[in-house]
């Protein structure tokens, strides 16, 4: 479905994402971890183009995103779903209009249409009462739900995740894992950041160690938790488990 | 005391020269209000183009434009602007037929367009302070940036200059006195010409003062009641 293929990002000088390679499968629930500042945000941000690589190619669904137009590259990104670690909910919309307008304005459903997908998706994410509420009104585990269902409003084919619970007080994390649970459970492709090993070891496809702008790992979680090779991921485990 | 009232009387009763505040005042009010709509409008554009250009790097000759127009604009005197606009730009240019309605239009013109460079940059900081985190969801969703600027960055930035704008609107009030200077009678040359008929300066003089404190004072009030009002909204 995404075919990452020498994928090179470089910010004034500095190269963050080195030669990149990398294939993720329709369905996959892909999970990427690794030290802050290793370019694991970037390189999400890379596959929906909210960056630009420098070089390399990024395939969605056999398409070149780095050859394609700003009006091609804003239909394709309808189709990759993005969950943030700050939400980025619009503080001046009510959590209906939050998850009705992209369907809406987009030209996807019908004001009548969006309204009810947006009741369905609040039954989904378990906050169907918070309908008419603005997004300063809610905690924070609240809100990334909501922002989970803004995102699945237009019906996208794989969700990317830059660490959704890393804003989030602890007794809030368990809500929006066990709703990504529930996503993934569905079927969803999925590309999660995050630093919930638990998350981890029970969704992940894959589990992909990411320093220095390379993957210098990568492995199913079983293998990848109990028996990691990289020097750096071993040392990397052992500070955070 | 007596010498107060037919001070008064002289002043503003006689020949019914009142009127030369009344009439002033709407035509201070009318060119306010006009500058005003062109000034957000030109601001609005200016700010658009500044922050587009501050954000993506992209429009760069339209934002070395906006550059030359806020620096010559805010770098030189309302009056100066106002007299260039008159004497030389629309030197011999006569709208609809009308020289009393073109020194309007021009006046108009002057102050919307010296407004707007002030606009501009309120706008630009509102529009500035609005997290790029909003811009990223927005474009995430499959909205253009155009889009995005439209539906998610301006209502936001909008709200937060709204009081920034309706104290344009007030500078706007005092700063067109200097209308005279062109042959319309406003507010400020309206009392100056009971001055100049009646040999007293002290009554036409306080009162024309009186006059824009009261609208001030009105509209900072409005202004104040604006901001808690939005201040209230944005906790809900
Ligand atoms: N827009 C940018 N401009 C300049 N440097 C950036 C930009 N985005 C990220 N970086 C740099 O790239 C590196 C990787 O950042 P990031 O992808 O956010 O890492 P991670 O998400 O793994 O913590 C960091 O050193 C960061 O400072
Ligand atoms: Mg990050």
Known sequence: ?241 | MSALVSDFKQNFIENARWEYLTNGLKTTLLVTVGAVLLGFILGFLVAIVRSTHDRTGRMKILNFLCKIYLTVIRGTPMVVQLMIMYFVIFGSVVFFGSVELSKYIVAILAFGINSGAYVAEIVRSGIMAVDSGQIEAGRSLGFSYRQTMRLIVLPQAFKAVLPALANEFIVLLKETSVAGYIGIVDLTKGGDIIRSQTYSAFMPLLAVAFIYLVMVMILSHLVQRLERRLAKSDRH
């Open chain 1, 1 to 241: 479905m995404i075919d990452i293929k020498d994928l090179v990002m470089t910010f004034s000088g500095v190269t963050v994402l080195d030669h990149i390679s990398e294939t993720i499968n329709k369905g996959e629930k892909i999970v990427i971890v690794g030290p802050s500042g290793s370019g694991k945000s970037t390189f999400l941000r890379c596959l929906n183009m909210l960056e630009r690589p420098t070089s390399g190619q990024i395939l969605f669904e056999g398409k070149d995103l780095t050859k394609a137009k700003e009006e091609e590259l804003d239909k394709i990104r309808m189709k990759m779903g993005m969950v943030f670690q700050n939400f980025n909910l619009f503080p001046h919309m009510t959590v209906r209009q939050n998850i009705t307008i992209a369907p809406k304005r987009l030209g996807l459903l019908t004001k009548e249409e969006a309204d009810a997908k947006a009741e369905e998706l609040l039954e989904i994410v378990g906050l169907p009462d918070k309908i008419d509420s603005y997004p300063s009104t809610l905690s924070g585990g609240q809100k990334q739900r909501i922002a989970i269902a803004r995102a699945l409003a237009v019906d996208p084919d794989v969700m990317l995740f830059d660490e959704p619970t890393s804003a989030l007080d602890p007794e809030m994390v368990g809500e929006v894992l066990q709703l990504m649970k529930k996503l993934a459970d569905d079927g969803m492709t999925m590309v999660v950041v995050t630093h919930e090993m638990s998350f981890a070891k029970e969704v992940a496809s894959r589990v992909l160690f990411v320093a220095d702008g390379n993957i210098l790992e990568q492995a199913p979680p079983k293998e990848f938790f109990e028996n990691p090779k990289n020097p750096r991921l071993k040392d990397f485990l052992s500070k955070i488990l």
